[in-house]
């Protein structure tokens, strides 16, 4: 399966670091939200759904964490672990977020605004809608 990870361009100099993101530039959508998340527990798994529609970009901006992606046919586990690096998730991906370190803080940003209608929640049901779909995500293009 392949999965886009993109790594950002860090604005190094004596001071520190700073990476900025600017839609339609360095991120393939408009970014409609911003979201993250931190002070996750041990053991957590977070996630465990699809959208209809959604796209993101995940990064872990502290610390790190895994994801797992499923496209309804194959699983690919991808750490996440710099700053400056982003994976993008396509809509109609299950994806999980889990081994998250304590410090750990997970910034997404999101195509579309929250709507619980995107959701599909039940991995049967994924897996369903996959199949209707053809498994076309309308995302970004993915080679190796
Ligand atoms: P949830 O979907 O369970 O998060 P995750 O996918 O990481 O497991 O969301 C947790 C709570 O936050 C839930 O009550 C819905 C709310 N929420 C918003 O209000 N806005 C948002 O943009 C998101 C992603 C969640």
Known sequence: MQTVKYT???????????VALEEMKDIPFRIKR?????????GVVRGKHAHKSLQQILICIHGSCKI?????????VIPLEKP??????????????????????????????????DYIRDYDEFL?????CGSEASGVEVSD
């Open 68 to 76: 797992s992606l499923d496209n309804g046919k194959e699983k690919k």
């Open 128 to 132: 369903k809608y996959v199949e209707q």
């Open 84 to 117: 400056y690096e982003g994976l993008y998730v396509s809509n109609t991906m299950w994806r999980e977020m889990f081994d998250f370190s304590p410090d750990a803080v997970l910034m997404v940003l999101a195509s579309e605004l929250y709507d619980e209608s």
């Open 34 to 42: 911003v979201y993250y998340m931190y002070d996750t527990g041990e």
């Open 8 to 18: 950002f361009q860090p604005h190094g100099d004596d001071r520190g670091q700073l």
